[in-house]
T-cell receptor, first 111, second 113 residues
Framework: RKEVEQDPGPFNVPEGATVAFNCTYS??????FFWYRQDCRKEPKLLMSVYSSGNEDGRFTAQLNRASQYISLLIRDSKLSDSATYLC????????????FGTGTQLKVEL | DAGVTQSPTHLIKTRGQQVTLRCSPK?????VSWYQQALGQGPQFIFQ???????QRGNFPDRFSGHQFPNYSSELNVNALLLGDSALYLC????????????FGNGTRLTVT
């Protein structure tokens, strides 16, 4: 099983919709994750951190469900500019400050 | 506050050649990690450098090597290039201590023909 797994999508949603992505992880000891956003042919950029208490930043909410070993990213009132690939990032097994990336979930927000 | 910078932005090489990619970390960061990203895939961890030593390594052959300099900048070297080495190579900097997020450079797009 991969350390972090994501549905690659694409998720096609109309502007203004609410969309949610999940990311499952294999290391039950993991407590911290990140969501990154990557635009086509650009570098990933940090969107938000995810800890046990969750995190909210404007239209974006991230939560960690340790019992079911997944993290989620909720985007409310989707904008055209939200179209991108969203990467789930967690700690690699074996410890240390080493991160592993999911393959990414592609979001397309349409008029 | 300078972010992570990488050079060159694009590179075309032929099979069997060698390539060197360069990275300067974000100001205040002491750790540099290198990732390979093929089209449609998430970034794959190559290795991480801290205090001028390779600290962790992903599942990449010895053809991939690196170096970190006293000013924290880093190089990624790839020998005996294969067609399959064509990818976006991303450098990311962070702090070694704690669970620190990565800050990425713009990447170097390597094409091997």
């Amino acid at each position: 099983r991969k350390e972090v797994e994501q549905d690659p999508g694409p998720f096609n949603v109309p502007e203004g919709a609410t969309v949610a992505f999940n990311c499952t992880y294999s290391n039950s000891a993991s407590q911290s994750f990140f969501w990154y956003r990557q635009d086509c042919r650009k570098e990933p950029k940090l969107l938000m951190s995810v800890y046990s208490s969750g995190n909210e930043d404007g239209r974006f909410t991230a939560q960690l469900n340790r019992a079911s070993q997944y993290i989620s990213l909720l985007i409310r009132d989707s904008k055209l500019s939200d179209s991108a690939t969203y990467l789930c990032v967690g700690p690699r097994e074996g410890g240390g400050n080493k991160l592993t990336f999911g393959t990414g979930t592609q979001l397309k927000v349409e008029l | 506050d300078a972010g992570v910078t990488q050079s060159p932005t694009h590179l075309i090489k032929t099979r069997g050649q060698q390539v060197t990619l360069r990275c300067s970390p974000k100001s205040g960061h002491d750790t540099v990690s290198w990732y390979q990203q093929a089209l449609g895939q998430g970034p794959q961890f190559i290795f991480q450098y801290y205090e001028e030593e390779e600290r962790q390594r992903g599942n990449f052959p010895d053809r991939f090597s690196g170096h970190q300099f006293p000013n924290y900048s880093s190089e990624l070297n790839v020998n005996a290039l294969l067609l399959g080495d064509s990818a976006l190579y991303l450098c990311a900097s962070s702090l070694f201590q704690g669970f620190s997020p990565l800050h990425f450079g713009n990447g170097t797009r390597l094409t091997v023909t």
